[in-house]
């Protein structure tokens, strides 16, 4: 079956940087577009970053020149990396692959906090 299982989230300082990695088995990985959502207490999940099975990539506005999505198809495995955080970074961050308009899978989530 499908797992996407997502790390690396924890405390940052503000201007810190940490890098959450999403390891994933169960289907194809480099045949399929990977993304990163996240949700922030109150909020409504919303997509931070996508990476394409030929690696072109897209971001959100609020995230673009700070994030970094990439992905190693030899370890199954899409990479966050969030530079220059913001409190308003906070929130839990998701894996997220859609294989078909019906086959939609997320991984548990990992907390990311920034705070002084």
């Known amino acids: 079956q499908v797992q996407l299982v997502e790390s690396g989230g924890g405390l940052v300082q503000p201007g810190g940087s940490l890098r959450l990695s999403c390891a994933a088995s169960?289907?194809?990985?480099?045949?399929?577009?990977m993304n990163w959502y996240r949700r922030a207490p109150g909020n409504e999940r919303e997509l931070v970053a996508v990476?394409?099975?030929?690696?072109?990539?897209n971001y959100a506005d609020f995230v673009k020149d700070r994030f970094t999505i990439s992905r190693d198809n030899a370890k199954n495995t899409v990479y966050l990396q969030m530079n220059s955080l913001k409190p308003e970074d906070t929130a839990v961050y998701y894996c997220?692959?859609?294989?078909?308009?019906?086959?939609?899978?997320w991984g548990q989530g990992t907390q990311v906090t920034v705070s002084p």
């Open positions: 169960g289907f194809t990985f480099s045949s399929n577009s």
């Open positions: 990476i394409t099975s030929g690696g072109s990539t």
């Open positions: 997220n692959v859609r294989i078909t308009p019906w086959r939609n899978y």
